[in-house]
């Protein structure tokens, strides 16, 4: 059997702090351009160099003002404030790249479904096919108060409604136009088919719909379907929809474990193991040499805020961590958040997080010379049965430029990493498959289904 070729997102966001809190302050960072659209169809042109599946845009709707109560250090350190729509970006990266993916992060909780759905088909169509969306429901109190509630549904409800959100745009995406709905016929006059374009009439708890879906079958139809949620409920909704799943980890045996997890759920809900790609996010620190890296490492950790870090993980959790002592263990408690996140972190101290935060993030770090973080990368994969890697920006973009000049070769010397991309859409550069979800998948079910008004057993 062939070893597992290593998928790679770049993992970012549209702002100047993301991950790695305080490197924006390092001379070399470019990340305040952030503004700029070359920032962005420069960075685009350089990972597909670096022959990258995609292009991960995080987003959030609210702000990080847990820790002290406030947003004092948010806004110094722009702890992903100020931050951008992702979607808008998107549409210039594709236009100067060829196979580059982009999956867009996009709340659910706070915007109708069927505005959405033609939103992401136009992307789909624009980006001819290389699109995916990262499905969150959010966890923040704040973003809840912004847009006029009084507090943030409960955790598990919020995958409730998701689960009826996805069941619309399933209908829309799949089942709304036929694939021969359109004719473009110039000699006939008629572009699109009248009996092959169908009204969806959805009625639910959630959501009400009845019309059509007002974009054109796109080449993917639904975009290729991200989801990073943990918990029990979490899991149990990537089985059904997710097919790749963005997980944290500190060591091999427990990403072993939650790589087994989203691999049971999709096996629960009908699916194959290998429905579901799995990746992690992971820090690399790269020289062409140990030496060289490691004084890169130490530079770095100058500019670093480990307080900004655990400012943010302040809001992961829901609890204020500048109200523990450095030697406290935190308790855990009853939060809307991030529920995976409070378990993995209960019963550590203030000072063991600082330390974790040290580069301004906590995810895991490989550091080394090219082949080192080869090693360190593969193990990883042939470990845990993880598929890849969201790669986070550290110093932007020399982060990239180096992975992409050091890393890549020795990957692909190894016959680990692909040497160039295969034609196609996104989802069909993942699985391999086509462009289409697979028939498996819940979402096959509204396939062209004309006057779309049964329910599933949701």
């Not at 059509?212 to 991200?226: A, E, G, I, K």
Request: glycine share 8%; with cysteine.
């Amino acid at each position: 059997m062939a070893a597992k070729q290593v998928l790679l997102n770049a993992f970012n966001m549209n702002c100047v702090g993301h991950i790695n809190h305080g490197l924006w302050t390092h001379p070399r960072d470019r990340s305040t351009d952030f503004n700029q659209l070359a920032y962005w169809t420069d960075l685009a042109q350089l990972l597909e160099r670096g022959l990258f599946d995609g292009l991960f845009l995080a987003d959030i709707l609210g702000v990080y003002d847990v820790y002290q109560g406030g947003i004092d250090l948010t806004l110094k350190e722009s702890i992903q404030l100020p931050v951008n729509d992702p979607l808008l970006l998107v549409p210039a990266m594709a236009g100067v790249t060829r196979h580059l993916g982009f999956g867009v992060t996009a709340n659910l909780s706070y915007e109708p479904p069927f505005t959405f759905a033609r939103r992401m088909s136009t992307l789909d169509h624009l980006t001819n096919g290389r699109v995916g969306w990262n499905i969150v429901t959010g966890y923040l109190e704040s973003a809840a108060k912004a847009m006029g509630l009084e507090r943030q549904v409960e955790h598990d409800r919020r995958y409730d409604q998701a689960d009826e959100y996805l069941e619309v745009l399933y209908k829309l995406w799949e089942g709304s136009w036929e694939d021969d709905a359109v004719l473009a016929d110039r000699q006939r006059r008629i572009y699109a088919q009248p009996g092959k374009v169908h009204k969806v009439r959805h009625q639910g708890e959630f959501y009400r719909v009845e019309g059509y879906h007002l974009s054109q079958p796109s080449p993917q139809r639904t975009p290729v379907l991200y989801q990073a949620g943990s918990s029990e409920r979490g899991l149990l909704f990537a089985g059904r929809h997710a097919e790749c799943v963005f997980i944290g980890g500190s060591d091999h045996a427990a990403v072993r474990a939650q790589v087994d997890k989203v691999r049971a759920s999709a096996v629960a809900a009908g699916r194959p193991a290998d429905a579901i790609k799995v990746f992690m996010g992971i820090s690399v620190i790269v020289a062409p040499t140990e030496a060289q890296a490691r004084d890169k490492h130490a530079e770095y950790l100058l500019y670093a805020s480990p307080e900004a870090g655990i400012a943010h993980f302040s809001s992961s959790t829901g609890i204020d961590l500048a109200a523990f002592g450095l030697d406290e263990p935190i308790v855990e408690r009853k939060t809307n958040a991030i529920e995976s996140v409070v378990k993995t972190f209960t019963g550590w101290t203030k000072r063991r997080l600082l330390q974790q935060h040290a580069l301004g993030g906590r995810y895991p770090l490989a550091i080394g010379s090219p082949a080192q973080v080869a090693d360190q990368l593969l193990a990883w994969i042939d470990e845990t049965g993880l598929d890849g890697f969201n790669l986070t920006r550290t110093v932007t973009p020399e982060s990239y430029v180096d992975f992409i000049d050091l890393v890549v070769p020795e990957l692909q010397s190894r016959g680990r990493y692909k040497t160039a991309y295969e034609e196609g859409t996104l989802r069909h550069k993942l699985f391999g498959q086509g462009s289409r979800l697979p028939r498996e998948h819940a979402g096959a079910a509204w396939r062209a289904q004309p006057e779309n008004t049964r329910r599933s057993n949701l």
